[in-house]
């Protein structure tokens, strides 16, 4: 997909050539490293194209994109489909226009629970919250999706009924990714190790294995007695970045770039895994294999993918 005399690509130059670290023009011709942002969003009224392209000319590679749900139309349509199919779509394209490798992963958004319980009340809620956990394991099934996400529990405070029913919903979502063999990607409150625990209990409750459990939106909760085996994915702040490659190399790097024009470069803009990356390869703070663990060999194992 990358031709080899574009320079902008991170190659695995040290080593092949025992080239200085972070000089990242190379035109060896050999693959180029793999740069993995695990949970960012698209759209197409906003920055969408050009930002992949700056995600692309510090060197990334490879995203998994969470397209949006939209309330108003899964309510209309009694459905998550439509949202679903209209991100696939969103992805090809972008793949097509960029060259860039877009996976994607859907599932009801938890909040949109407290959105549908306002307009259908609280059974047909939840039953559609259910319906799209079944849409989303099947576009998985179908190879379309490689996770059920985000998915999870609102992360403000709700009602006690809004946290029962979430909890629920997260717990049948569980059951159908362990059907399909997919992870989960996990949206709630701030992680803590005590709510990393009790998300453990409920994936051993729904048989999905805790290692399919990826907690979005993660601080650096890398070490096993903070996580309890659920797999971080980091937002990739420089400080978190540090902090987490201190603790170990269980670990995912995510901007949830929102691709909305009224925040720019919320939550973080979409270059900025690469370009950290890469400032800490020449700073000889990473080294090109800790890079593959984290972008490469961990998604692997977490998706059951092959990102080349
Ligand atoms: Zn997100």
Same mark, same amino acid.
């Given at each position: 997909?990358?031709?080899?005399?574009?320079?902008?690509?991170?190659?695995?130059?040290?080593?092949?050539?025992?080239?200085?670290?972070?000089?990242?023009?190379?035109?060896?011709?050999?693959?180029?490293?793999?740069?993995?942002?695990?949970?960012?969003?698209?759209?197409?009224?906003?920055?969408?194209?050009?930002?992949?392209?700056?995600?692309?000319?510090?060197?990334?590679?490879?995203?998994?994109?969470?397209?949006?749900?939209?309330?108003?139309?899964?309510?209309?349509?009694?459905?998550?489909?439509?949202?679903?199919?209209?991100?696939?779509?969103?992805?090809?394209?972008?793949?097509?226009?960029?060259?860039?490798?877009?996976?994607?992963?859907?599932?009801?958004?938890?909040?949109?629970?407290?959105?549908?319980?306002?307009?259908?009340?609280?059974?047909?809620?939840?039953?559609?919250?259910?319906?799209?956990?079944?849409?989303?394991?099947?576009?998985?099934?179908?190879?379309?999706?490689?996770?059920?996400?985000?998915?999870? !529990?609102?992360?403000?405070?709700?009602?006690?009924?809004?946290?029962?029913?979430?909890?629920?919903?997260?717990?049948?979502?569980?059951?159908?990714?362990?059907?399909?063999?997919?992870?989960?990607?996990?949206?709630?409150?701030?992680?803590?190790?005590?709510?990393?625990?009790?998300?453990?209990?409920?994936?051993?409750?729904?048989?999905?294995?805790?290692?399919?459990?990826?907690?979005?939106?993660?601080?650096?909760?890398?070490?096993?007695?903070?996580?309890?085996?659920?797999?971080?994915?980091?937002?990739?702040?420089?400080?978190?970045?540090?902090?987490?490659?201190?603790?170990?190399?269980?670990?995912?790097?995510?901007?949830?770039?929102?691709?909305?024009? !009224?925040?720019?470069?919320?939550?973080?803009?979409?270059?900025?895994?690469?370009?950290?990356?890469?400032?800490?390869?020449?700073?000889?703070?990473?080294?090109?294999?800790?890079?593959?663990?984290?972008?490469?060999?961990?998604?692997?194992?977490?998706?059951?993918?092959?990102?080349?």
């Amino acid at each position: 997909m990358f031709s080899p005399w574009i320079g902008n690509t991170i190659t695995r130059h040290k080593h092949l050539y025992g080239i200085a670290k972070g000089n990242y023009f190379y035109t060896c011709g050999f693959s180029p490293m793999v740069i993995f942002d695990n949970h960012m969003h698209l759209q197409e009224r906003g920055d969408f194209i050009n930002a992949i392209q700056g995600f692309m000319k510090y060197g990334g590679t490879h995203l998994n994109f969470c397209p949006y749900t939209r309330v108003g139309a899964i309510a209309k349509e009694k459905s998550y489909m439509g949202c679903y199919e209209e991100g696939l779509k969103l992805a090809e394209y972008a793949m097509q226009k960029t060259g860039v490798t877009i996976f994607v992963t859907c599932g009801p958004y938890p909040v949109d629970y407290l959105k549908l319980r306002d307009i259908m009340g609280r059974k047909d809620a939840v039953a559609l919250m259910k319906k799209g956990m079944e849409e989303a394991q099947h576009l998985c099934m179908e190879k379309k999706a490689i996770a059920i996400g985000e998915i999870g !529990r609102p992360h403000f405070k709700v009602d006690e009924e809004a946290w029962r029913d979430s909890n629920e919903i997260l717990e049948y979502g569980m059951v159908l990714a362990r059907e399909a063999d997919v992870p989960v990607v996990i949206h709630m409150e701030g992680a803590t190790p005590t709510n990393m625990k009790e998300l453990v209990e409920m994936a051993r409750k729904a048989g999905l294995p805790k290692e399919k459990v990826i907690k979005h939106y993660s601080p650096p909760l890398i070490r096993p007695e903070e996580n309890h085996g659920i797999f971080p994915s980091v937002i990739a702040s420089e400080s978190n970045i540090r902090e987490s490659l201190k603790k170990g190399l269980r670990f995912m790097l995510e901007t949830d770039y929102l691709d909305d024009v !009224r925040r720019p470069g919320a939550v973080l803009a979409l270059h900025t895994i690469p370009k950290k990356l890469q400032k800490l390869l020449q700073q000889e703070e990473i080294t090109d294999d800790e890079m593959i663990v984290i972008n490469k060999e961990n998604p692997e194992t977490v998706y059951g993918i092959a990102l080349d």
